[in-house]
């Protein structure tokens, strides 16, 4: 007996850590999972009026189109925001959505951050609570942008940023994806791969997130356009 009791303690002990690893992944899946209920479906991020104008018209230029995006525009911005307010104290994350607002370039692109991120952090306040989360709620003087309120909340329960930021930044591509299979049209098959096409993408905008706000920059000014474009766009679906 006295030789199976450190046995059945170690065996304890690796299961609790296996559940809590479990329960983080399984809260990133269904943050970041298209029914996680931010009205995410509602925007197309620009990409109606890149389809309007005849730019993205196949699976090709969809996929071209969302990894630009990710290597040079928005998707590396919220990159940076998201990892920079990842571990960081309430106000100090509350302070980073103000700066990262004034970085999203388009009204409608604002609107899109700002709604699904206050979207984001109620529902989460609500079924995970935390008194982190409360505290940066209490702090905030306007909607925090998506990035920022994903990514403070990620690692308020705990989630590693090698592991939110990727799915974060996959989430973010599929919508897109999503928007384009709707609006093209294409088939679902094409949808999914492009996503697939997009992994790698993913992994890399991921890993060579900015390190400092000093290093965060943007430079797809077609995507811009579009999003300016849509604004006053005659017949359209999406809100941005």
Known sequence: MAMRMPMIMMTDTITAIAMTDIAVLLRLQTWFSPAFPIGAFSYSHGLESAIEAGVVADPETL??????????????????????????APNVAAAM????????????????AEHQGEAFLKTVRAAWPHPELDAFAAELGARPVLPVAA????????????DALPLYLQAVAANII???????PLGQTDGQR???????????????????????????????????RHETQYARIFRS
Do not use: N, Y
Request: charge should be negative; aromatic fraction near 8%; include cysteine.
């Open 194 to 228: 492009a996503i697939a096409a997009l992994e790698a993408v993913v992994a890399e905008a991921a890993q060579s997130a900015p390190a400092s706000l000093d290093e965060i920059w943007t430079s797809t000014p077609a995507h811009e356009i579009a999003s300016m």
């Open 63 to 88: 996929t071209d189109w969302c990894a630009s995006l990710l290597r040079f525009g928005t998707g590396r911005t919220d990159a940076g925001f998201f990892a920079a307010t990842h571990g960081t």
């Open 97 to 112: 959505a103000k700066e990262a607002a004034a970085w999203v370039p388009t009204a409608e692109l604002l609107l899109e």
């Open 178 to 184: 999503s928007a384009g299979v709707r609006l093209i």
């Open 151 to 162: 990514g403070f909340t990620a690692a308020v329960h705990g989630a590693a940023l090698g």
